[in-house]
């Protein structure tokens, strides 16, 4: 069984910046960070092959956002600057049995979540 912890959520004001990680309790694969505001479907902010060498950022975050991974450590991070208020939500990290996959339907094990608030 594969447990992720996330952590580094808060509330920042808009233009502000947070870095959440992500840390495994086992070596993994694939790696993604996913959120979900209230009303939403959870959706794929950026995922990671397990090299750290590609990466998918979804439109809305390009430019802002970085994701890395250190396998040492079995964790991921996700640098967020310049926030807005649209960015929101509960902030997932999820891993997945394959070496690079941006399919949520992929990603098989999940944290339970950081809240991120921004205020505008």
């Known amino acids: 069984q594969v447990h992720l912890a996330e952590s580094g959520g808060g509330l920042v004001q808009a233009g502000g910046s947070l870095r959440l990680s992500c840390a495994a309790s086992v070596s993994v694969y694939a790696m993604g960070w996913f959120r979900q505001a209230p009303g939403k479907e959870r959706e794929l902010v950026v995922a990671?092959?397990?090299?750290?060498?590609?990466?998918y950022y979804a439109d809305f975050v390009k430019g802002r956002f970085t994701i890395s991974r250190d396998n040492a450590k079995r964790s991921v991070y996700l640098q967020m600057n310049t926030l807005e208020p649209e960015d929101t939500g509960v902030y997932y990290c999820?891993?997945?049995?394959?070496?690079?996959?941006?399919?949520?339907?992929?990603?098989?094990?999940w944290g339970q979540g950081t809240q991120v608030t921004v205020s505008s």
């Open positions: 990671i092959d397990y090299e750290g060498e590609n990466t």
């Open positions: 999820a891993t997945s049995h394959r070496m690079a996959t941006m399919r949520k339907w992929e990603y098989a094990y």
